[in-house]
C-alpha cells in the first residue's frame, strides 16, 4: 500500500490568541501549523474523441481470416497533480473477436457461384463502456504488472475482465471475456512506460493512479471487414 508523503511546515507564534501559544508570556514558540497527508496521483483520462487507426492481429488460425484488422484509436491525455505535465497517447476502446466468414452479395452470388464472391468476415466487439454515468473512475494502482517491455493494468468491473496494455501491440493475444485498451505510440509502448516510471521517481512515493473513462455516444455491436482487414462497415444493431 502506497505510503502517504507527510507535509509538515512549522511556524512561530507570540500571540497569545492563537491555539498553538504555550502561555507564561513566552514568544516565538515552534509550532506545527500543517499535518496534512498528502498522497500525489497520476491520472491517465481515455476520451471519447477518435484520432486515427492501427492494425492489430487477430491471432486467428483460420486460413482465409485476415491476419489483421483496422481498429479505430482514440485520445488519451496522462497527466499527475505535481507536475500538471500533459502528454498525449492514441489507444484502442474496442476488442474485435472473429465469428464467422460469408459471401458479398453481388453478379457472381446472383449467378450461382458463390466461391467466386468476394469474402465478409464479421468481427464481434466486446468493449468496456460506462452505462450509466458520463465518466467512470478507478483506482488501478495495484493492479500494475511490469517487465521490461510490457506495463498492464488488469483489473474487473462486476463480471467484466479490462486491461490496460502498453508494449509491443504485435505481441499482443487477446483472449476472449477481456476488454482491452490497447496504448499506441512510436516506441511500441515504451514512450507510455518510460512516463510513468518517470512520474512515479518524480513523485517519490509511489502515487495513486486513477483511470478515466469517457463514455462514447455511439459504440458498434461488430465490424465486417475484406479479406486485407480493412473495415467494410460497422455494425450498431
Known amino acids: 500500500m502506497p505510503i502517504p508523503e507527510l507535509n509538515l511546515s512549522l511556524g512561530l507564534t507570540d500571540n497569545d490568541g492563537s491555539v498553538f501559544y504555550a502561555g507564561n ?5 515552534i509550532v506545527r501549523t500543517d499535518s496534512a497527508l498528502k498522497q500525489h496521483t497520476i491520472t ?4 471519447e474523441q477518435q484520432v486515427g487507426s492501427v492494425n492489430l492481429k487477430t491471432h486467428f488460425k483460420g486460413a482465409e481470416v485476415p491476419a489483421e484488422i483496422e481498429v479505430p484509436t482514440y485520445q488519451m491525455i496522462v497527466t499527475d497533480d505535481k507536475t500538471n505535465e500533459k502528454e498525449i497517447y492514441k489507444v484502442t476502446r474496442d476488442t474485435y473477436f472473429y465469428k464467422q466468414q460469408s459471401s458479398k452479395k ?3 452470388s446472383f449467378l450461382g457461384l458463390k466461391f467466386l464472391a468476394p469474402k ?15 465518466i467512470e473512475v478507478f483506482d488501478i494502482s495495484r493492479y500494475r504488472k511490469l517487465n521490461q517491455e510490457e506495463l498492464t493494468y488488469s483489473f474487473q468491473k462486476e463480471d467484466q475482465n479490462i486491461q490496460v496494455f502498453a508494449g509491443d501491440i504485435n505481441t499482443l493475444k ?15 509502448g515504451q514512450r507510455f512506460i518510460g512516463d510513468i516510471l518517470y512520474r512515479e521517481k518524480f513523485l517519490k512515493l509511489t502515487p495513486k493512479v486513477k483511470l478515466h473513462v469517457i463514455k ?3 459504440v458498434s455491436k461488430g465490424m465486417e471487414t475484406n479479406k486485407q482487414g480493412r473495415t467494410d462497415r460497422l455494425i450498431y444493431i
Do not use: A
Not at 508570556?25 to 514558540?29: D, H, L, N, S
Not at 491517465?44 to 476520451?47: A, H, K, L, V
Not at 468476415?121 to 458520463?134: G, Q, S
Open 120 to 134: 465478409n468476415f464479421l468481427f464481434e466487439n466486446i468493449p468496456f463502456e460506462p452505462l450509466k454515468e458520463e
Open 106 to 108: 453481388g453478379i457472381w
Open 216 to 218: 462514447r455516444k455511439q
Open 174 to 188: 487477446v483472449e476472449k471475456g477481456t476488454s482491452y485498451f490497447v496504448i499506441v505510440d512510436e516506441k511500441k
Open 25 to 29: 508570556g513566552e514568544g516565538k514558540v
Open 44 to 47: 491517465i483520462t481515455i476520451s
